[in-house]
Nanobody
Framework: QVQLVESGGGLVQAGGSLRLSCAAS????????MGWFRQAPGKERERVAE??????DYADSVKGRFTISRDNVKNTMYLQMNSLAPEDTAVYYC???????????WGQGTQVTVSS
């Protein structure tokens, strides 16, 4: 069982930056692949970025602007978001999955609002 808690959301002007954190419980954090997802009002949830043991992958819409990372000592995953745009406004969720499985653990979400 993994419990995830996001933090770091807020209101920022277009062009600004935010760093989201996802703190995970448990002692086997390094055994999970992790991901960030987001859901804007009236839209389906979409994948933002994923990180395995060291490899990363990004949605085209955030490539070059967002950076995903993890600290297996602190049991924490991060999402550094730069050059934010109003279309990045959404609730951001972190998720965890065992390698080779689907995402099974989700955080409660943190709101990111980008004003124009």
């Amino acid at each position: 069982q993994v419990q995830l808690v996001e933090s770091g959301g807020g209101l920022v002007q277009a062009g600004g930056s935010l760093r989201l954190s996802c703190a995970a419980s448990g002692r086997t954090f390094s055994m999970y692949a992790m991901g960030w997802f987001r859901q804007a009002p009236g839209k389906e949830r979409e994948r933002v970025a994923e990180i395995g043991s060291s490899n990363t992958d990004y949605a085209d819409s955030v490539k070059g602007r967002f950076t995903i990372s993890r600290d297996n000592v602190k049991n924490t995953m991060y999402l550094q978001m730069n050059s934010l745009a109003p279309e990045d406004t959404a609730v951001y969720y972190c998720a965890a999955r065992q390698f080779g499985h689907s995402y099974a653990y989700w955080g409660q979400g943190t709101q990111v609002t980008v004003s124009s």
